[in-house]
């Protein structure tokens, strides 16, 4: 097992397909990687990271989400060899915070042969380790299980790994015990769900545990920030400086800064007022249309590299054309035909599709909410990831307390800071929210944020 925890900006999926494709040249042609990420657009990226190497394919390569792949070489096969019941469905509805009507509800569904996403750790633990007082059959079963993954599979690489809970934690260490190699990267200061399986597994397997500080995104004044609220010090790897400043909401044109930062990144750790999270499927679907634009884009001749910042911007800016687009009534099939368009692209089932999936989800989150806001805002959690020269980071007063130090609770709110703070590759603008400054008058925020290196930019 190999675990490397590497801090924000340091370029931990850029690595991780050399590292796979370095296995992937020494490996035989009946070898099987396993390669995971935590999302669909992970899982895109790291898919073209791999499939535009000019090297040689040998092995086997599986590229999935750890739902993915719990369920069709875990979950699927071999429960009901064990246990004797199969799941035909998976649901992914939402359950509600009511933990009384979340237990009833995924009895109901398991008693009706649906596997909820939420259960899928569980019950892929079950498969894998079991319980203490299993029988005989059943530990005999489990034996032949585990061999023939072990013989099937030859390592697993799994990306973001500090969004993996205890249950797959564990699962990996008894595949890497019976000689599955697994090779984890991710961020322990990036966990904002404090699932803390990446943790736990540092904690118990130190001596295969890597800790990579270098930062190659975020200007030197940021990461000086940053390492405030982390338990080392990350080493920016930029020659400049950077930009930091802040304003208050009460003072300025929200939405004319809102339209300044438009091209850049926008984010918030959660909906407070007219200031609106969209959800994470809005989200999803706006990175996986940026991903398709920049993937036919790079196609034309003398156009960018799909990673780099000019195809990130023009990607960024056609996918807010086709949210307004949406949001003034356009249909959906005039949206994809000039998407063909702009992307210089014969039509093709496969572009059409691609395009039109990503639309209609938005068009169905439109339905549901009735509006769509002009410039869309996302979680610190959807940030995750992302970069850009110019970031808006929209602060209320559960952040600010973090910032200033008054909460110095290592918790998942100081992850949300840390996240919040390292997306930047030149500028970050922090909005003081009216939250902020009906606790904190002007004064203490301005001793407080000047003692950071943050000072008021007047707008």
Partial sequence: MKLINSGAGSGKTTSLAEVILSRN??????????????????????????????????????ISTIHSFLWNFVIEPYYYLLFGTQFTEISSQILGGDQKFRASKLKQLREDHILHVSEFSRIAKKVIIGSKTACKRE?????????????????IYIDEAQDMDQNTAEIIEVLDSKGIFCYLVGDINQDLHARNGFKYLIKMHKSNS???????????????????????????????????????????????????????????????????????NSSDS????????????????????????????????????????IESGTESQVVVQSLIKLLHQAYSRKLYAELYECINLLQKIKDSTGSMS??????IEAAKGSQSDRCLLIMSTDLFRVLIGESNKKNSTTN???????????QLLIILTREVTSHYSDRKIEKSMNQLGIFLCRK
């Fill in 25 to 62: 040249s020494k490996s035989s042609v009946n070898t099987h990687i396993f390669v995971i990420a935590y999302s669909n657009y992970a899982s895109s990226v790291i898919r073209t990271r791999l499939t535009t190497s000019k090297r040689k394919t040998q092995a086997q390569i599986h």
């Fill in 139 to 155: 530990k005999a079963i489990r034996a032949i299980v585990l061999k023939h993954l072990a013989l099937f599979v030859d390592s």
């Fill in 210 to 280: 890597e800790l990579k500080t270098e930062n190659y995104r975020c200007p030197r004044t940021h990461v000086m920030l940053s390492n405030r609220y982390i338990s080392y010090n990350q080493v920016s790897m930029s020659t400049t400086s950077g930009r930091l400043g802040y304003v208050l909401e009460k003072d300025t044109d929200v939405q004319l800064l809102l339209e300044e930062y438009s091209k850049g990144l926008i984010y918030i750790n959660k909906s407070i007022r007219h200031f609106n999270v969209h959800s994470s």
């Fill in 286 to 325: 706006l990175k996986r249309m940026e991903y398709i634009l920049r993937k036919y884009h790079t196609t034309v001749a003398d156009y960018a590299e799909s990673d780099s910042e000019v195809s990130k911007k023009w990607a960024f800016d056609i996918a807010r054309w086709v949210w307004r687009s």
């Fill in 374 to 379: 002009s410039v869309p805002l996302c979680s």
């Fill in 416 to 426: 949300a800071l840390y996240v919040a703070l390292t997306r930047s590759i030149d």
